[in-house]
Nanobody, 115 residues
Framework: VQLVESGGGLVQAGGSLRLSCAASGTSFSLGLVGWYRQAPGKQREVVAGVTGVTGSTTYADSVKGRFTVSRTNDKNLMYLQMNSLKADDTAVYYC?????????WGQGTQVTVSS
């Protein structure tokens, strides 16, 4: 299983970015999938999640109303649309899937929001 993120970068506060996660060796229609982030000096935290079978979504309170997680119909691509970005959103963002009891992580993509 491989997860590869892309789409990170530098953006001004109030701007938008869309992160992508491409999966190989698994399908995002299985298990749990989602996005995490880790800021310098802080623990990794969940940002958004999707239940593979039902497609239901959950969000951290800090991003509700600003971020949207989605996946393609073929279930091999997942996105995180991030709007109204704040300096506090600066972090490395990781794609994650939990399938058949195993955790898989992408390599991470840096998002930096300048205030």
């Amino acid at each position: 299983v491989q997860l590869v993120e892309s789409g990170g970068g530098l953006v001004q506060a109030g701007g938008s970015l869309r992160l992508s996660c491409a999966a190989s060796g698994t399908s995002f229609s299985l298990g749990l999938v989602g996005w995490y982030r880790q800021a310098p000096g802080k623990q990794r935290e969940v940002v958004a999640g999707v239940t593979g079978v039902t497609g239901s979504t959950t969000y951290a309170d800090s991003v509700k109303g600003r971020f949207t997680v989605s996946r393609t119909n073929d279930k091999n691509l997942m996105y995180l649309q991030m709007n109204s970005l704040k300096a506090d959103d600066t972090a490395v963002y990781y794609c994650h899937t939990l399938v058949f009891g195993k955790d898989y992580w992408g390599q991470g993509t840096q998002v930096t929001v300048s205030s």
